[in-house]
């Protein structure tokens, strides 16, 4: 079976200085230390072109800071940027706020708090990783049918999902530490597929140079 490599991407780091836990809110944009994550990783794709591969297919979440994020690859590699609803952020019964252990002590949000497996305050992991697959899987036939066996598609989403969607790729029991979690800001999480089954996953940080000093919201 022809091989394709679809690049989830996780977003650049926002603009956020009241350390709002963000989730799907709209008009949260890139900030100048993101847009340079941004550029960053167009430059590893180009290069990746002057090598003789490169990605043939982009598409992104629908929020602003992962349109964003996929604008400097679509002008270095003279894509246009497909929007997917399946890969955004995952849902949070905490988006809006400002998390701190004095929040979330509030009675009103202890019955969020009964499974934290699944995770009873949003989207459950297993939901995030399914949509997410199923766009990456869709993501690698449009790839292979513009490029051919050896293709690469990219798609620009988020942390929790493609967190969720490598611990499930490697076979790997969802339920996780978040501090723990191996997805910075403009990293690479590699999925190649054969045929429709993911037979290798690799992990990459274009954008590392820029991390030291960056924004760590839980749940950015």
Known sequence: MPRVTVHLLRHGEVFNPDRVL?????????????????????????????????????VASPLTRAQETAVPTAEALGLDIATDPRIIEAGNHFEGLVVT????LKPRHWPYFRNPLRPSWGE??????????????????????????????????????????????????????PRRRECTLASLTSLTFDGDDVVGVQYSEPAAALLPGAATTPGA
């Open 101 to 104: 252990p004095r929040e979330l």
């Open 124 to 177: 459950p992991y297993a939901a995030q990783a399914e949509r997410m697959l199923a766009a990456a899987r869709d993501a690698r036939r449009r790839a292979l049918e513009l490029g051919g066996d050896g293709a690469q598609a990219v798609m620009v989403s988020h942390q929790l999902p493609i967190w969720a969607t490598r611990r499930r790729a490697e076979g790997k029991r969802l339920w996780h530490d």
């Open 22 to 58: 963000y989730g799907r809110l709209p008009d949260f944009h890139l900030s100048e230390r993101g847009q340079a994550m941004a550029a960053m990783v167009a430059d590893h794709f180009a290069q990746l072109r002057n090598d003789g591969g490169a990605p043939v297919y982009l």
